[in-house]
């Protein structure tokens, strides 16, 4: 029995010493493994594009600090990269020089909604308001056009409706399809009790913006249910799910509304689901359903032009 | 004073080990512990053996392990890092090892770059002096039997040819009757060394086409019916030999089959997976065909290979933006053999490396 004993003791230290050697082998191989893994397929990304923005916006204002143009690029940086307070010191840098320079007062204002400020904001934008709006170009201006829908978004954000319509109204007034400003004007009038209004500027809006939008849908159905309108309200209720991606619940409501009051719409939320669908047989035949009741219909020629069928071949196939 | 005595016997009742009878106790925990060891050791030598064979795989491929045979090849690619240093980049390629990256550039000093892995420029190619002192470049393939560079020029309406070490060789002298002159736009090469040029000669789409030359430069044969092509811009010879080209302004991606017959389109629309203006075109080895679509700041990708003619849509990456991972009006594609993809983010002024 000894013998035995030794050839084990023997034959275990062989053993241990192999599987410490192969534990060795295999954490050092792992580690070698893993740094040259990490060597070959790592490369430092170096400064991003808003960094090297930022950085080469701050050389030119150390090189030029009253050119104004250099600091509004520099403010403009900062905000791109959130840094909304060094954007507000750069934009106080140029209201010091120029009090109403306009595309300074819009990047504080934007810089302050950024931060909570709205009342700060406000301020920003009533100053381009008050400059520019006897300005002979000033039905036509852009910027005045921008401060009056902020001005209407901030007065929603605050409840302070009839504020909101007003400034919306005279943002509208300069651009009529500013489709953001056609959406909070829905809101705005849903808000103070004018369902009928409210609808009419939505549909307006979508009219510009009919896909990937879900709010407006949202509201629609709302401002419809206030209407009482079951239909329709179930339409644009079906058109917000399929915006929020869910195309079966939408094809579902919109294949109980197509023979009823809101056929037309209902075949055109059907159309516009199987383009997306990349189904665009089935498109074709939802558009020329709607020419079959409504022979004029923008929505579905403009579709079916889209998908490459002409108005001429649609009434041949329509036979 | 000690506390045992160490030669002291020990006593016969004192079992070597617990939960063993007086008679096995020496005789069953010895095996017992060998069956262990050799399991131990079974384990190692297969840890060991997968741990060589990774990376013997890794140094064939050098790829990351995400591409590892067997893994999901529907995954999207994710941004790695930016190449500064072009300006308004149009066209990119690369060699298969990724260390050498050629950018056209379509505005200012209007070269074509080359950049090392790392995105440190090495070098620039520009045609002589007397090819004229206006030039666009446009599109950049590798001929990968040669890997002679060439380019394409939107001003003087030739393709450049330069060695592997940025040495101008000659510009493009196609053999054979082109039916008067050429506009050569996109570049891409079959595995032979065929050259594959989307020729935009022309206002109109009605002469628009895809020319195929032999590796001596003799034309072989050309592509699409007058009038099926309009601005054909980037263009891809899969591994199956077909052939995939941006027909960029009729918004949609055109599928030749070997044949040179339109075999798929993928269509203009609002789909997933439908393109709006689609420009630069890149295959990859594991099958994933690249598509930029200039107007979504997108690139899509689809899966080539499979038994259908048309290519599988598998997802998007980008979006539009200066950020990091979106684009301004992206271009060019190209993909190397190290799952990178290369995307020349045109209004940007960079080139982005993404990778799997």
């Not at chain 1, 690029?73 to 320079?101: C, H, P, S, V, W």
């Not at chain 1, 939505?202 to 913006?209: E, G, S």
């Not at chain 2, 160490?6 to 017992?32: K, M, Q, V």
């Not at chain 2, 990456?317 to 993809?341: M, Q």
């Amino acid at each position: 029995m000894k013998p035995s004993r030794q050839t084990t003791s023997v034959s275990d230290r062989r053993l241990s010493r192999l599987l410490r050697l192969g534990v060795l082998v295999l954490v050092v191989g792992a580690l070698a493994f893993a740094g040259i893994y990490y060597q070959d397929q790592h490369v430092s990304a170096g400064p991003s594009l808003v960094d090297r923005q930022t950085a080469s916006a701050e050389q030119a204002v150390r090189k030029a600090p009253s050119n104004i143009g250099t600091r509004l690029q520099l403010a403009a940086a900062y905000q791109q990269d959130k840094r909304f307070d060094d954007a507000l010191t750069q934009y106080g840098e140029i209201l010091k020089a120029d009090k109403t320079n306009r595309f300074a007062l819009l990047g504080r204002g934007g810089a302050l909604i950024a931060k909570g400020d709205l009342t700060a904001a406000a301020a920003a934008y009533h100053k381009i308001a008050d400059a520019t709006k006897k300005e002979e170009f000033s039905g036509a201006d852009p910027q005045l056009e921008e401060a009056h829908y902020y001005l209407g978004s901030i007065a929603l954000t605050q409840g302070k409706t009839q504020v909101a319509i007003t400034e919306l109204q005279s943002a509208l007034k300069i651009t009529r399809t500013d489709s953001d400003a056609l959406y909070l004007m829905g809101v705005a009038l849903l808000k103070q009790g004018s369902p009928q209004l409210a609808v009419d500027s939505l549909k307006q809006a979508l009219l510009f913006v009919p896909t990937g939008w879900c709010e407006p849908y949202s509201q629609l159905a709302l401002a419809y249910g206030k209407l009482g309108n079951a239909p329709q309200s179930t339409y644009a209720g079906a058109m917000a799910d399929f915006c929020h991606k869910k195309p079966v619940d939408a094809k579902r409501q919109l294949n109980m509304l197509t023979k009823g009051p809101v056929e037309v719409d209902a075949m055109l939320g059907l159309g516009l689901i199987a383009e997306t669908e990349s189904s665009n047989p089935e498109a074709i035949s939802w558009y020329q359903k709607v020419l079959r009741v409504d022979r004029t219909n923008v929505n579905a020629i403009s579709a079916l032009s889209r998908l490459g069928v002409g108005p001429t071949s649609t009434s041949k196939r329509q036979g | 004073m000690t506390k045992f005595d160490t030669t002291a016997p020990i006593a016969p009742e004192a079992p070597a080990s617990l939960g063993h009878s007086e008679g096995d106790a020496g005789t069953e925990s010895a095996p017992t512990t060998m069956k262990k060891r050799k399991q131990k050791i079974a384990a190692l030598v297969a840890l060991l053996v997968i741990l060589a064979l990774l990376f013997a795989w890794y140094l064939m491929n050098r790829k990351p392990l995400s591409e590892l045979p067997g893994l999901n090849d529907t995954k999207l690619p994710h941004y790695e890092f930016s190449i500064y240093g072009s300006t308004h980049p149009l066209g990119v390629a690369a060699n298969a090892t990724g260390d050498r990256i050629y950018v056209t550039e379509s505005d200012g000093q209007r070269v074509v770059r080359v950049y090392d892995r790392a995105g440190k420029q090495t070098g620039t190619l520009k045609p002589p002096k007397s090819t004229g002192t206006t030039h666009i470049p446009t599109y950049v393939a590798i001929n990968p039997t040669t890997q002679d560079v060439y380019i394409s020029d939107g001003f003087t309406s030739s393709i450049y040819v330069y060695d592997a070490k940025d040495t101008y060789l000659r510009t493009f002298a196609p053999k054979g009757d082109l039916g008067g002159k050429w506009r050569p736009l996109g570049l891409a090469f079959g595995p032979d060394g065929s050259l594959y040029v989307t020729d935009v000669r022309g206002l109109t789409g009605k002469t628009h086409r895809v020319v195929v030359f032999g590796p001596d430069g003799t034309l072989v044969r050309s592509m699409g019916a007058p009038g099926q092509l309009t601005f054909p811009n980037g263009i891809v010879v899969d591994a199956q030999g077909n052939v995939e080209v941006s027909d960029s302004n009729n918004g949609r991606l055109v599928v030749f089959d070997p044949a040179g017959k339109m075999a798929a389109t993928i269509s203009r629309g609002v789909g997933e997976g439908d393109l709006g203006l689609p420009r630069g075109a890149a295959v990859d080895d594991a099958g994933r065909l690249f598509v930029v679509d200039t107007a979504d700041h997108m690139v899509r990708v689809y899966l080539v290979g499979d038994s259908k003619a048309t290519p599988t849509y598998i997802g998007s990456f980008g979006g539009e933006g200066k950020l990091e991972g979106t684009f301004e009006y992206p271009n060019g594609i190209a993909t190397d053999k190290r799952a990178h993809v290369y995307v020349t983010d045109r209004e940007n002024n960079r080139v982005q490396v993404w990778g799997y």
